[in-house]
T-cell receptor, first 112, second 114 residues
Framework: GQQLNQSPQSMFIQEGEDVSMNCTSS?????WLWYKQDPGEGPVLLIA?????ELTSNGRLTAQFGITRKDSFLNISASIPSDVGIYFC????????????FGQGTRLTINP | DGGITQSPKYLFRKEGQNVTLSCEQN?????MYWYRQDPGQGLRLIYY???????QKGDIAEGYSVSREKKESFPLTVTSAQKNPTAFYLC?????????????FGDGTRLSIL
């Protein structure tokens, strides 16, 4: 099926550093979603993006819907220990389509 | 509180046994989904349902079955035909089949083989 290329696969950073991760595809998406998953729990929605070029913030998190509609990035500023987890991007290929395509995830580890 | 409830949290299956995972939502969402997550991997779609009494196969439906008799419930049966069932199973729902609203997830069921 369709693939989203999410990078990096893992990150090891110091507390207080900024984080950046992204998802790219050869296909055009109409919606980009970013989720965070803690161990043993389900993914929690962080940010939803619906228009090309859209830049949306949620506290220390900022995400953008790429102009080409084939990519999206997520930035986390001033990381704190509770940011640890796996971050997933997900996209919808067709307006209103219910199926999501997921990236492989970025595992974030923070050294205090 | 509104949300998605999956049960049980942990489930063990014997060889040749069918097991059923429960998913209930009180969000009044039309669409519901089942995903499988293996260690270090993303989510893969097993089945989804856009409306009561209707469902479609996802990317990895073989060895699984579902039903959607009620709007709030979407149980998943892992049959004996699924030879590698050990995984983390996630249920999700979204508002309806025409809107662009995101999917929201339950807390998952971890299935293991005895």
């Amino acid at each position: 099926g369709q693939q989203l290329n999410q990078s990096p696969q893992s990150m090891f950073i110091q507390e207080g550093e900024d984080v950046s991760m992204n998802c790219t595809s050869s296909s055009i998406f109409n919606t980009w979603l970013w989720y965070k998953q803690d161990p043993g729990e389900g993914p929690v929605l962080l940010i939803a993006l619906y228009k090309a070029g859209e830049l949306t913030s949620n506290g220390r998190l900022t995400a953008q819907f790429g102009i080409t509609r084939k990519d999206s990035f997520l930035n986390i500023s001033a990381s704190i220990p509770s940011d640890v987890g796996i971050y997933f991007c997900a996209g919808r290929l067709i307006q209103g389509a219910q199926k999501l395509v997921f990236g492989q995830g970025t595992r974030l580890t923070i050294n205090p | 509180d509104g949300g998605i409830t999956q049960s049980p949290k942990y489930l063990f299956r014997k060889e040749g046994q069918n097991v059923t995972l429960s998913c209930e939502q009180n969000l009044n969402h039309d669409a519901m989904y089942w995903y499988r997550q293996d260690p270090g991997q993303g989510l893969r779609l097993i089945y989804y349902s856009q409306i009561v009494n209707d469902f479609q196969k996802g990317d990895i439906a073989e060895g699984y079955s579902v039903s959607r008799e009620k709007k709030e419930s979407f149980p998943l049966t892992v049959t004996s035909a699924q030879k590698n069932p050990t995984a983390f199973y996630l249920c999700a729902s979204s508002e309806d089949r025409v809107s662009n609203q995101p999917q929201h997830f339950g807390d998952g069921t971890r299935l293991s083989i005895l």
